[in-house]
């Protein structure tokens, strides 16, 4: 399979520029082999796509593009701390869905970031995860997605 940045290439994918941080901590930091993302939105330009519940206000269709967003300001961040042809591959992703009550979908959700993981790395794409529902999401997101990557 193609290195990542020449897979992204190949999918007519551009990465974002890195979000600044909105408090006291890094977008990425690497301990070892592994690199660490903090949790990060579907902003697109530094603006929130959406807002909402997922099940009410954001449907899942609508959810899953946006879980697509989040993972590719993870992998912004990644390449700009470790260069993102240095992984090895995708260790975990976490991803929380602010649910409206009973929605039970969080994993078709998260699909749209562990999707789009496969795309670009193939076998390597392949990874532990966590979907969770949740109350709230800062700034109103109806998504959040944060990974964890081995690098080389």
């Given at each position: 399979?193609?290195?990542?940045?020449?897979?992204?290439?190949?999918?007519?994918?551009?990465?974002p520029?890195?979000?600044?941080?909105?408090?006291?901590?890094?977008?990425?930091?690497?301990?070892?082999?592994?690199?660490f993302?903090a949790?990060?939105l579907?902003?697109?330009?530094?603006?929130?796509?959406?807002t909402?519940?997922?099940?009410?206000?954001?449907?899942?269709?609508?959810a899953?593009?946006?879980?697509?967003?989040?993972?590719?300001?993870?992998l912004?961040?990644?390449d700009?701390?470790?260069?993102?042809?240095?992984?090895v591959?995708i260790v975990?992703?976490?991803?929380?869905?602010?649910?409206?009550?009973?929605?039970?979908?969080?994993?078709a959700?998260?699909?749209?970031?562990?999707?789009?993981?496969?795309?670009v790395?193939?076998?390597?794409?392949?990874?532990?995860?966590?979907?969770?529902?949740?109350?709230?999401?800062?700034l109103?997101?109806?998504?959040?997605?944060?990974?964890?990557?081995?690098?080389?």
């Amino acid at each position: 399979m193609s290195k990542p940045n020449e897979r992204l290439r190949e999918l007519g994918i551009t990465l974002p520029k890195v979000a600044a941080p909105a408090g006291a901590y890094l977008p990425a930091r690497r301990s070892g082999s592994l690199v660490f993302t903090a949790g990060q939105l579907p902003l697109v330009e530094g603006k929130l796509v959406a807002t909402g519940k997922v099940g009410t206000e954001v449907g899942v269709e609508d959810a899953y593009g946006h879980a697509r967003i989040c993972v590719l300001n993870a992998l912004a961040a990644v390449d700009a701390l470790v260069g993102l042809d240095s992984v090895v591959g995708i260790v975990k992703v976490v991803g929380f869905v602010a649910s409206a009550p009973g929605f039970s979908g969080q994993p078709a959700v998260i699909n749209g970031a562990s999707e789009l993981l496969g795309e670009v790395f193939g076998e390597a794409g392949l990874h532990a995860r966590s979907a969770v529902g949740v109350a709230e999401l800062p700034l109103n997101a109806p998504v959040e997605v944060e990974i964890v990557v081995e690098v080389s």
